[in-house]
């Protein structure tokens, strides 16, 4: 097996539909990756596969053209229902899951098939309409797709293809039970075509893959001496946490980067990043768990264009975003885990291109650097921070975090609307004070003979005046007494 990104297996050999040739075509595939060359072969005689390769290696257009010949070129279960998925994709995140349903699109373009996804944050009427509509292929995140599913709005009995993507993954956010509530509701593993990829096939995957599966191969075209993208070029600087944010500045004024991602541990860091490079002339946005689902995607396509040339991110945009000549991935924060370094400047050098991943080591997360390193199988080149990279840089007032008080509801207190940072403080109207009983009067001699003449009987008006009488509330659902009924 080369090291190198393409093969000279040409697509045209694999003995794909003319439909999807000519989606494939569409997309830009003459010759196939090294997951495709391998994978794909098995998944289109009908055999499960379980693929290891690198981030950006083509994966996702191996398993998409798999899925789709095979439904093509095989007829419905019986008593198939018109409407009904045949192709069931899982992803972990909703980003990944919104650029499967997109390439699918693509490929699929002369087949016919109908492409659906679903997935939380946004969009759940609109969804559940779509999949009713009728759906060949539903991708989307476990969590809505088992939504639905328990809603009958779709059923999981007509399945003859699934794909788990980005496996570890899924067990890193939690989702294994819901995979496992899915799996086992579909037709048998010897019933259906299984596909399983992920970067890394640890222990839990491949324990995964064999309960569910049906005596899968496994598919590994990634090095055993190397875990990143080949042409990735890796450095590292150390910082102190307070020099962080001018070393950042100084390098991307001395590169000069057309398109670059920035990656932070927290979602305060990247809004804090954000605002400083706001700040100091270049055009960026923040990318958050915080941010709502529509923002996001906006913010993923803005960038994908190249009308924003800088996007400051979580982890949230770490796997499985195709995302073309990104140039630079800057790593503010070092990541906690090893995995999810690679992850993270596996979003460059995509494609067989070639791109720089500079790193910034503080004394708050350079504790990571040695599993890192033990992980990728080699040390990272260290550079030394030079006095132009500490250049003026101009940073701003950090943003006041509103925080509700014990027992404040979310629109602030008493249900009115929350005050915001830099809004005035709402007047509120003085109360009235309480007006105090009066004290009473002392007894005197008169005032206790003349109440005696009113509360005695026969003694004054009150005897002969009668009390009246206090009307009883009617119980819902009774009929009123009868007239003079005491």
Do not use: W
């Not at 004024?253 to 920035?262: A, F, G, I």
């Not at 979003?347 to 890192?372: H, K, M, W």
């Not at 921070?385 to 006041?400: F, G, K, Q, S």
């Not at 014990?406 to 940072?421: H, L």
Request: glycine share 8%; charged share 25%; aromatic share 6%.
């Amino acid at each position: 097996m080369t090291d190198t990104y393409l093969t000279d297996v040409p697509l045209s050999r694999l003995g794909l539909l003319p439909e999807l040739q000519r989606g494939a075509e569409d997309a830009g595939f003459q010759f196939c990756t090294q997951i495709q060359a391998e994978a794909m072969p098995l998944a289109l005689a009908g055999k499960d596969v379980a693929g290891q390769a690198q981030t950006g290696t083509g994966k996702t257009a191996a398993f998409l053209l798999a899925a789709m010949q095979h439904i093509l070129s095989h007829p419905a279960p019986p008593g198939y229902q018109k409407g009904q998925p045949r192709v069931l994709i899982l992803a972990p995140t909703r980003e990944l899951a919104v650029q499967i349903s997109r390439d699918a699109e693509v490929l699929g373009r002369h087949s016919g098939l109908r492409v659906v996804v679903v997935y939380g944050g946004e969009g759940y009427e609109q969804q559940r309409e779509a999949v009713r509509a009728g759906v060949d292929i539903l991708v989307g995140t476990p969590g809505r797709v088992i939504d639905y599913f328990r809603q009958h709005v779709f059923g999981l009995g007509y399945i003859q293809v699934v794909v788990l993507d980005e496996a570890d993954r899924m067990f890193d956010l939690g989702f294994i039970k819901d995979i496992r509530f899915l799996l086992r509701r579909l037709p048998r593993p010897d019933q259906r075509l299984n596909m399983l990829f992920s970067a890394t096939l640890s222990y839990r995957v491949t324990e995964l893959a064999y309960e569910h599966m049906n005596n899968p191969t496994a598919v590994n075209v990634a090095p055993a001496d190397r875990v990143t993208a080949e042409k990735v070029s890796q450095t590292l600087y150390h910082v102190s946490s307070e020099e962080k944010l001018a070393v950042l500045v100084g390098l991307l004024r001395r590169m000069d980067p057309k398109r670059s991602l920035v990656f932070t541990n927290t979602r305060r860091a990247a809004d804090r990043v954000r605002d400083v490079l706001v700040a100091n002339g270049f055009a960026a946005e923040a990318l958050s768990g915080d941010v709502p689902q529509r923002t996001r995607l906006s913010l993923l396509g803005r960038f994908a264009r190249g009308d924003l040339p800088i996007l400051v991110a979580t982890d949230v945009a770490a796997r499985g975003l195709h995302i073309p000549e990104v140039s630079h991935v800057f790593n503010y924060d070092l990541p906690q885990d090893a995995e999810d370094y690679v992850h993270r400047i596996g979003r460059t050098a995509r494609a067989g291109a070639s791109g720089d991943a500079v790193s910034l080591a503080c004394d708050e997360y350079v504790f990571s650097l040695p599993d890192i390193e033990a992980f990728i199988g080699a040390k990272i080149p260290v550079e030394t921070v030079t006095p132009d990279l500490l250049e003026a840089v101009e940073v701003p007032p950090r943003r006041e975090r509103y925080r509700r008080t014990p027992g404040e509801g979310r629109r602030g207190r008493g249900g009115g609307r929350a005050e915001r940072p830099g809004e005035p403080r709402r007047r509120e109207a003085p109360r009235r004070p309480r007006q105090q009983a009066a004290e009473p009067a002392p007894a005197t001699p008169e005032a206790v003979q003349a109440h005696q003449a009113q509360t005695t009987p026969g003694g004054g008006a009150s005897a002969t005046t009668p009390r009246p009488r206090r009307r009883r509330r009617r119980k819902p659902g009774t009929s009123p007494s009868p007239q003079g009924a005491s």
